[in-house]
Structures are given as structure tokens and as C-alpha cells.
């Protein structure tokens, strides 16, 4: 496709249990980045990717999350121990060069239980 | 701490007259803003940006201010249509990590036909 591709779309996890989130994104575009949305709040930036530089990973809440872009496209975002605070939509969105337009994703709605 | 503050969390306008959102930061080191649109189930979508170097950017209906004196930002739609109900975020970033936007709440706007 054409956008920024996301899945599952949706994901009902047990507290505890491991997850991973995929994003597939614009083909061509060096730029990829993870955001989440809680519930009644802004996206919250969370790692940010660019070609092969290091990525900027300031924005992971915890040592439980880490993400991976494997060939410079596709990014897997990974949750360990879930928790229910982890419950979110998590948006991926790529750019064809840093601080360009930045395409997003229509998310990853994550529901810890 | 917010540093990106959309104090309405919703608006409702009518068709036709002008829908005004406001936007508030505290980082005086943010040079460029943004307005994304969101639709419920979709990714957020780029709408309109300004650089710090400018007070007005114009596009079509959408015309985004800046007052940098009193760290404010506004978006403004005429004619509101039906078709701009949605969620607008507010963002910003800084040079050197444009990548990483600042995200506010967002503000629900429906336009009454």
C-alpha cells in the first residue's frame, strides 16, 4: 500500500505477557518513528529512527519497551511484562528525511488486561 | 509537565463561520509548529505548519498564527465545514530534534451543518 502500514490493529493482551507491534513504512522513506496515545492524551513521542544512525530512544517510558528496524524499513516494537498503563494506541509514521512531513499511521490499539 | 497545551478539548462552530483553535507552549526553545487532523481510527494527518520566523502561514481555508511574545499559536478554519469535524492536535519541535514533536491533548471540533 501506499501509507504507513500498522498491525495488529488491535491487540487484548493478559498483564504480563509479552508483545510485539509491527510497522511497515512508505517505502523509500529513511525516517521512522514510534508515538503513543493514551487515553485523554497527546501523542508522546517514543523512539525515532534514521537510516543507520543510532536511534534516539529518549522517549521509551521504561526498559520494557525497545524497538528494532531491520534493512532500514520495517520497525517492530516490542513490550515486555505488559502492564495496564501500557494500554494506548501506538502510532508509527515515517518521513522521507528528518523533520519533513511525517506520514502517520492509523495505530496499534493496545488493551492491557 | 505540559509544554504543549490545548486548554479546549472540544468546539462546536457552524457551518460556513470561522473555527478558531488555540494553542499555548511553555518551551520557548520550540521554533516550529504544527496542526495535525485526526479522524477516529485513522493516524493523524498533516495539515499545516509555521516556522518561528513567521507570524501568519496561509493554505486554502487553514491560515495557522504565531505570537511568539506570548507563546501562543492558533489555527484558523474559514468557511468551517462539515468535513473539518475532527480532532486537531497542536505540536511543536526544536532545532537539532525537529523529529521530535510535542504533542498536545487536541481539541474536538464539530462543525454543525
Known amino acids: 500500500g501506499a501509507g504507513v502500514s500498522q498491525s495488529p490493529s488491535n491487540k487484548v493482551t493478559e498483564k504480563g505477557k509479552d508483545v510485539e507491534l509491527r510497522c511497515d513504512p512508505i517505502s523509500g522513506h529513511t525516517a521512522l518513528y514510534w508515538y503513543r496515545q493514551s487515553l485523554g492524551q497527546g501523542l508522546e513521542f517514543l523512539i525515532y529512527?534514521?537510516?543507520?544512525?543510532?536511534?534516539?530512544k529518549s522517549g521509551l517510558p521504561s526498559d520494557r519497551f525497545s524497538a528494532e528496524r531491520t534493512g532500514g524499513s520495517v520497525s517492530t516494537l516490542t513490550i515486555q511484562r505488559t502492564q495496564q498503563e501500557d494500554s494506548a494506541v501506538y502510532l508509527c509514521a515515517s518521513s522521507s528525511v528528518s523533520g519533513n512531513t511525517i506520514y502517520f499511521g492509523e495505530g496499534s490499539w493496545l488493551t492491557v488486561v | 509537565d505540559q509544554q504543549v497545551k490545548q486548554n479546549s478539548p472540544s468546539l462546536s462552530v457552524q457551518e460556513g463561520r470561522i473555527s478558531i483553535l488555540n494553542c499555548d507552549y511553555t518551551n520557548s526553545m520550540f521554533d516550529y509548529f504544527l496542526w495535525y487532523k485526526k479522524y477516529p481510527a485513522e493516524g493523524p494527518t498533516f495539515l499545516i505548519s509555521i516556522s518561528s520566523i513567521k507570524d501568519k502561514n496561509e493554505d486554502g481555508r487553514f491560515t495557522v498564527f504565531l505570537n511568539k511574545s506570548a507563546k501562543h499559536l492558533s489555527l484558523h478554519i474559514v468557511p468551517s465545514q462539515p468535513g473539518d469535524s475532527a480532532v486537531y492536535f497542536c505540536?511543536?519541535?526544536?532545532?537539532?530534534?525537529?523529529?521530535?514533536?510535542?504533542f498536545g491533548k487536541g481539541t474536538l471540533l464539530t462543525v454543525n451543518p
Open positions: 505540536a511543536a519541535s526544536t532545532e537539532g530534534s525537529n523529529y521530535k514533536l510535542t
Open positions: 529512527f534514521q537510516g543507520n544512525s543510532a536511534p534516539d
